[in-house]
């Protein structure tokens, strides 16, 4: 829990008496290698705060080919803010690509904490303009980047993940295939 209210407070200061109400949501959970946090289609209500571990989360087209939206890292928060949002089936996945262990919680029980802890209304407004800036940044990428440029930032954004995953996930979030990605890093 040390680890997550460190994240927290960067994003809005928690009094005791809220750490505790809120601290009091989550619950330690283990999650396989391979094993799913929310399969597409699926009703979610469940955010978690990723302790050890990475997780992907992707789309799948309806030809079956998954397209890798982002992943998930030690110190994330984790969730499916569309269905958590609109109260509808996720239209992403999210797997472990590790061994993971995370802290999770039930959204709903969060926001019934907003009118009595204003500082968690106030934390959760952060994290979802934190969100907003990474996608937008994500979607500026992938238009003015080439691939090179995006494994580059790739490698800065993600720097302890490159070697735990296959490489064929990396080039799906990349918007490239496995044999690009492959002459990226030998130079050519």
Do not use: W
Not at 28 to 39: C, E, G, L, M, Y
Not at 82 to 97: G, T
Not at 160 to 187: C, D, V
């Amino acid at each position: 829990m040390e680890k997550l209210f460190h994240q927290l407070n960067a994003l809005a200061t928690l009094t005791p008496e809220t750490q505790a109400a809120f601290g009091r949501l989550f619950s330690p959970q283990n999650i396989a290698k391979h094993d799913f946090f929310v399969r597409a289609g699926d009703s979610t209500h469940t955010v978690a705060f990723v302790i050890s571990g990475i997780f992907r989360c992707f789309a799948t087209s309806p030809d079956g080919e998954e397209y890798n939206k982002t992943f998930f890292i030690e110190n994330d928060l984790m969730g499916i803010y569309y269905a958590l949002l609109l109260n509808r089936p996720s239209p992403l996945s999210v797997q472990a690509l590790t061994p993971c262990a995370i802290l999770t919680a039930d959204f709903r029980q969060i926001e019934a904490l907003y009118d009595q802890h204003p500082t968690l209304e106030r934390l959760a407004r952060r994290q979802a303009e934190h969100l907003f800036l990474i996608k937008e940044q994500r979607e500026i990428d992938l238009v003015m980047l080439d691939a090179k440029a995006r494994y580059e930032k790739f490698q800065r954004d993600f720097p302890t993940i490159e070697q735990a995953i296959p490489q064929y996930h990396i080039a799906s979030h990349l918007g490239i295939t496995p044999t690009q990605l492959s002459r990226i890093r030998a130079g050519r």
